[in-house]
């Protein structure tokens, strides 16, 4: 049983094609937004596919343009379980900018945590000790950080987070180098497709299996057994 806990799915050139192949793969798919206004069309788009599951997100690099549709997405939340991609993104220098991501984002974090039971995939570019100084250590619910280029410290600081693997971290050093600073029991599979890529394409759900690839070597254990682990990882994540 395979995962992708950050997905696009809504961005690939061929989305009929793309959803067909989840579901005959039956893979767990979290198609995650970059805006709220977005959702229900996403909502709509995977409604005959059970596999995939959208997930509401405002992306922490376009706040201004983004910020005021914050109401939008506090009313859309009770609708789902599944929350991203939403963050903070520390690329920019600007003051001002920083300041309103993390006011959006405390107010998103707040709501997740009355609700108690969301599944939260969050983007920390640059950002890794604002982010898990925010969500704390026993955020209600679960935190998932996708693409984690923080340090290796904070892979330690980041108790009960759960960190999401892609295809590109495990082809770079530093990427490997944090891989291996993660709990083993809190791993979990992603493919950011289509941004991130493989083999010079769009990174595809099915591609987890050269994650899952990497662990099996990594752990010294069968394909299978590393399967079976990430697959109980995110069955106690909330994610099967
Ligand atoms: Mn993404």
């Known amino acids: 049983m395979l995962f992708d806990t950050h997905c696009h799915v809504n961005l690939y050139p061929d989305v009929p094609r793309l959803i067909r192949e989840i579901e005959e793969q ?15 069309d996403c909502v709509q788009l ?17 706040i201004h343009r983004l910020a005021p549709q914050v109401e939008c997405f506090l009313e859309f939340l009770p609708q789902t379980r599944f929350v991203g991609e939403v963050g903070l993104d520390y690329v920019t220098e600007d003051d001002a900018e920083r300041r309103l991501q993390r006011s959006v984002f405390e107010r998103i974090l707040s709501a997740c945590a009355e609700a108690g039971d969301k599944i939260i995939s969050i983007h920390s570019r640059r950002a890794a ?10 955020f209600p619910g679960t935190v998932i950080l996708h693409w984690f280029s923080g340090s290796p410290k904070n ?12 295809p590109a971290m495990i082809k770079s050093r530093s990427g490997k180098k944090l891989i291996r600073a993660m709990d083993p029991a809190f791993i979990l599979t992603e493919t950011d497709g289509p941004f991130v890529e493989v ?5 595809r759900p099915s591609d987890i299996r050269q994650v899952i690839n990497f662990f099996s070597r990594d752990w010294g254990c069968s394909h299978a057994e590393a399967e079976a682990r990430v697959a109980a990882n995110a069955i106690r994540a909330g994610l099967g």
Not at 29 to 35: A, D, G, P, R
Not at 155 to 166: D, G, P, Q
């Open 26 to 40: 039956a893979i767990e798919v979290s198609l995650v937004t970059t805006e709220p206004e977005l959702f229900p």
């Open 46 to 62: 995977v409604a005959h596919a059970p596999h995939i599951h959208p997930a509401l997100g405002l992306l922490p690099h376009e």
């Open 129 to 138: 000790d604002a982010v898990i100084e925010r969500v704390g250590r026993n």
């Open 155 to 166: 892979v330690t600081s980041a108790e009960n987070c759960y960190f999401s693997v892609n």
């Open 199 to 203: 083999a010079g394409r769009p990174a």
